[in-house]
């Protein structure tokens, strides 16, 4: 099985060095670099903005690369994080082998390796991005004896110029096939180069939203990834955004992961899907039933869900989309298979039947149950996100949730079976709680709930000082009611924020 995956592999350096990159080490990093004549090493990290940063390197010589893989470089901490400063700003970035991949982009071969941040005293950096997740992912482990594994989807837009054969058919743009859309070969190459770097695809295809301007052509997309450990779940985000870009670039065209694009056209979002695992075994079902554990999980998620917008809906613009009737989520409830609640529980092939010899009856012998899928989905987020502090955010949650005394109680009281948009549930809406409204409420809400996320110091209190800050310096309290109907207004906000992290 293993050598199956290692010869399946698309990242060059699992397929040459014939191993999983969980078990890169230095050693493997040199061998690769000598035998495979790479001329360029690129360190590459998350700043305050969400976006990589790169530090480049061109290699010497075995002893300077061997120096610089065994001690990593400084860099002004200053530049990068708002929380340091100047006078004392220096950080080390150390390289994180396993996330070692070959640059698709670079003229020359190149090797990219994402790194973390430490301090002058050699320990990591507490309020770094990737060690706040690092935290929360050995203190969920430590308190509820699971694996927290997580996936996302990417929504995002390409736009360019208008003039191809096939015109978009405005809001219709669920799984379209070529020719009826125009850039299906951009998400292809996409999916095949953040494979190459590591990502672990589930599928992509394009998305609901498509309209047309005078002069462009607007198209929506989605790239879901497989369930995997939370950490790297942001970290193959973090470079399948840089890749999209950089394809963006490449093609003339504009990629952006905004929430929203304009108002009345469906937003982009970010779902995040999360199962529990424990020696290898997805726990959220039980008897072919949603498990209580998955259930304690969802009231975890729920408790907690307002302040969580201050890492996954981090912009104005954010609340311009999670408004009714858009797919997007405004109420505190979850549901099965339901789109209009906070959090969904997708089909996950509980069913214990064979719909492949059903449609294949000419298949000969046994088709195998394969147990393990089921996750449930935490729908708003978008791509304005703080990915690993969301993610961090999700963990504390969903641990509260399953060491708490109530939480089937709170998870039976909030489930709902109907679309709670529709006219006649009006009186399911009035009992349920509401989503932020803007950066200012959601602040709000992080400062009342604070104590979850500064616990064990997982979250530094600098951290949510410098996250409520942020949102309220918005001021975009009464930012719905000041924009109706000023459709000049709107876009001039959605183009400040279209590059968003």
């Given at each position: ?53 790169t530090l480049n390197f061109v290699i010497t010589s075995k002893d300077y690369l061997d120096s610089i893989l065994s001690t990593g470089e400084r860099v002004d901490g200053s530049s990068l994080f708002s929380f340091i400063e100047a006078g004392r700003s220096d950080l080390y970035v150390i390289p994180r082998f396993k996330t070692a991949f070959v640059d698709p982009f670079a003229t020359s071969p190149t090797l990219n390796i994402l790194c973390s941040f430490y301090t002058a005293e050699g320990n990591p950096l ?201 797919e997007a989520p405004t109420k505190v409830c979850w549901g099965d298979t339901n789109r209009s609640v906070l959090v969904r529980v997708p089909l996950g092939w509980v069913a214990e039947t064979s719909m492949i010899k059903n449609a294949n009856p000419q298949e000969i012998g046994e088709i195998p149950y394969i147990p393990g899928k089921q996750t449930v989905e935490f729908r708003a987020p978008d791509g304005s996100a703080d990915i690993y502090h969301l993610m961090a955010g999700l963990i504390i949650a969903a ?103």
């Amino acid at each position: 099985m293993r050598e199956r995956e290692v010869l399946l592999n698309p990242n060059k350096l699992v397929r040459y060095l014939k191993k999983p990159a969980s078990e890169f080490t230095k050693h493997d990093i040199i061998q690769f670099i000598d035998e495979n004549n790479v001329e360029l090493l690129n360190f590459k990290y998350v700043g305050e903005d969400g976006k990589l940063k790169t530090l480049n390197f061109v290699i010497t010589s075995k002893d300077y690369l061997d120096s610089i893989l065994s001690t990593g470089e400084r860099v002004d901490g200053s530049s990068l994080f708002s929380f340091i400063e100047a006078g004392r700003s220096d950080l080390y970035v150390i390289p994180r082998f396993k996330t070692a991949f070959v640059d698709p982009f670079a003229t020359s071969p190149t090797l990219n390796i994402l790194c973390s941040f430490y301090t002058a005293e050699g320990n990591p950096l507490e309020s770094a991005p990737e060690y706040i997740l690092k935290k929360a992912i050995i203190d969920f482990k430590q308190s509820t004896g699971y694996d927290f594994y997580a996936m996302g989807e990417l929504e995002y837009y390409i736009s360019g110029t208008k003039g191809s054969l096939y015109q978009p058919t405005d809001q219709k743009g669920y799984h379209t096939s070529s020719p009826f859309t125009n850039w299906e070969h951009l998400r292809i190459e996409a999916m095949q180069l953040i494979a190459q770097s590591g990502g672990k695809i589930k599928y992509g295809h394009s998305e609901v939203g498509n309209f047309s301007t005078e002069t462009e052509e607007y198209e929506q997309h989605e790239i879901e990834f497989m369930p995997v450990n939370a950490d790297e779940a942001v970290d193959q985000l973090i470079v399948a955004k840089w890749i999209l870009r950089m394809l963006g670039k490449q093609h003339h065209v504009q990629i952006s992961f905004a929430p929203k694009i304009t108002v009345g056209k469906a937003g982009s979002g970010l779902h995040i899907h999360m199962m529990l695992v424990k020696d290898g075994v997805n726990k959220m079902i039980e008897n072919f039933e949603l498990s209580d554990l998955a259930k304690k999980m969802i009231a975890g998620l729920l408790e907690l869900a307002r302040p969580l917008t201050a890492f996954g809906n981090y912009i104005p613009t954010s609340y311009l989309r999670l408004v009714p009737h858009q797919e997007a989520p405004t109420k505190v409830c979850w549901g099965d298979t339901n789109r209009s609640v906070l959090v969904r529980v997708p089909l996950g092939w509980v069913a214990e039947t064979s719909m492949i010899k059903n449609a294949n009856p000419q298949e000969i012998g046994e088709i195998p149950y394969i147990p393990g899928k089921q996750t449930v989905e935490f729908r708003a987020p978008d791509g304005s996100a703080d990915i690993y502090h969301l993610m961090a955010g999700l963990i504390i949650a969903a641990k509260n949730g399953i060491i708490g005394k109530n939480s089937l109680k709170k998870a039976d009281e909030l489930y709902v079976k109907v679309n709670i948009f529709d006219g006649e549930n009006k009186g399911i809406l009035k009992k349920l709680d509401s989503l932020p409204q803007s950066c200012w409420e959601s602040a709000e809400s992080l400062e009342q709930n604070r104590k979850y996320f500064e616990e064990n110091n997982i979250f530094p209190k600098g951290t949510i000082d410098r996250f409520i800050n942020y949102l309220k310096s918005f001021k975009d309290e009464h930012l719905s009611e000041e924009l109706y109907g000023k459709k000049d207004e709107i876009k001039k906000l959605v183009e400040k924020y279209i590059h968003c992290a």
